[in-house]
T-cell receptor, first 112, second 115 residues
Framework: DGGITQSPKYLFRKEGQNVTLSCEQN?????MYWYRQDPGQGLRLIYY???????QKGDIAEGYSVSREKKESFPLTVTSAQKNPTAFYLC???????????FGPGTRLTVT | DAKTTQPTSMDCAEGRAANLPCNHS???????VYWYRQIHSQGPQYIIH???NNETNEMASLIITEDRKSSTLILPHATLRDTAVYYC????????????????FGQGTRLTINP
C-alpha cells in the first residue's frame, strides 16, 4: 500500500529534550512538508522540502530542524529552543504541479 | 495572497446534501480553489479542486461562481462519516517553486452530520 507513515502516534518528552519525529513515504513524491496544529486551529507550515538535500523554512520554523537525506524520509527534530512544543504534528507529501497533498496520520507530542 | 472566509460551524441531517460556502473575494486569475477535510485527530484529506468550472468527483462537487469570488462544496448525500472540519484553500500560485505547494490552512468549517 502506498502512503505516508508517521511514528510514533503519541510521544511524551520532558522539557529541555530534543525529540525527532519520523515521516516516511513510498509515493515517490519529491516534495514533503511538516505542519503543526494546535487545538481548534488550522495547520501551520514548519518546513518543506522540494527535493533531496534541499529544504526551506515555512512560517514557524524557529525551534525546529529537518533533514532530507533520502527521498522517502523527512524527519523533524523539535529542539529545546521551541518554546511551546506540545502540538499535533503532520507530515505530507505531494506530486509536482498540483496542490494535492497527502497527509500522514500525525504524531501528537506532549512536552511536560 | 488570497484569503478565504468560511463559517465556523454547520449542521446537516444525514442523507441530505451538505453545502459548505467559502468566500475568496481577493482571488486572482491563476489561483485554484482547493478543499480538504480533517476528521478528528487524523491528517487532512484532499477532496477536490477547481479553477473556474464546476467540478465533480466521487466525493463531492465544487461550484465556483462566475466572478470566482466564492465557491460551494457540496456533499450530495451526507453520512455520519462526513463529520469533519472542512478547509477551503486558495492555492497561492506565486509561491510554487519546483513543485512544492505552500497551502495556507485557515480554521475551516466544522461540519456535523446529525442522524
Amino acid at each position: 500500500d502506498g502512503g505516508i507513515t508517521q511514528s510514533p502516534k503519541y510521544l511524551f518528552r520532558k522539557e529541555g529534550q530534543n525529540v525527532t519525529l519520523s515521516c516516511e513515504q513510498n509515493l515517490n513524491h519529491d516534495a514533503m512538508y511538516w505542519y503543526r496544529q494546535d487545538p481548534g486551529q488550522g495547520l501551520r507550515l514548519i518546513y518543506y522540502s522540494q527535493i533531496v538535500n534541499d529544504f526551506q523554512k515555512g512560517d514557524i520554523a524557529e525551534g525546529y530542524s529537518v533533514s532530507r537525506e533520502k527521498k522517502e524520509s523527512f524527519p523533524l527534530t523539535v529542539t529545546s529552543a521551541q518554546k511551546n512544543p506540545t502540538a499535533f504534528y503532520l507530515c505530507a507529501s505531494s506530486p509536482p504541479g498540483t496542490g494535492e497533498q497527502y497527509f500522514g496520520p500525525g504524531t501528537r507530542l506532549t512536552v511536560t | 495572497d488570497a484569503k478565504t472566509t468560511q463559517p465556523t460551524s454547520m449542521d446537516c441531517a444525514e442523507g441530505r446534501a451538505a453545502n459548505l460556502p467559502c468566500n475568496h473575494s481577493t482571488i486572482s486569475g491563476n489561483e485554484y480553489v482547493y478543499w480538504y477535510r480533517q476528521i478528528h485527530s487524523q491528517g487532512p484529506q484532499y477532496i477536490i479542486h477547481g479553477l473556474k468550472n464546476n467540478e465533480t468527483n466521487e466525493m463531492a462537487s465544487l461550484i465556483i461562481t462566475e466572478d470566482r469570488k466564492s465557491s460551494t462544496l457540496i456533499l450530495p448525500h451526507a453520512t455520519l462519516r462526513d463529520t469533519a472540519v472542512y478547509y477551503c484553500i486558495v492555492r497561492v500560485a506565486s509561491l510554487i517553486i519546483q513543485g512544492a505547494q505552500k497551502l495556507v490552512f485557515g480554521q475551516g468549517t466544522r461540519l456535523t452530520i446529525n442522524p
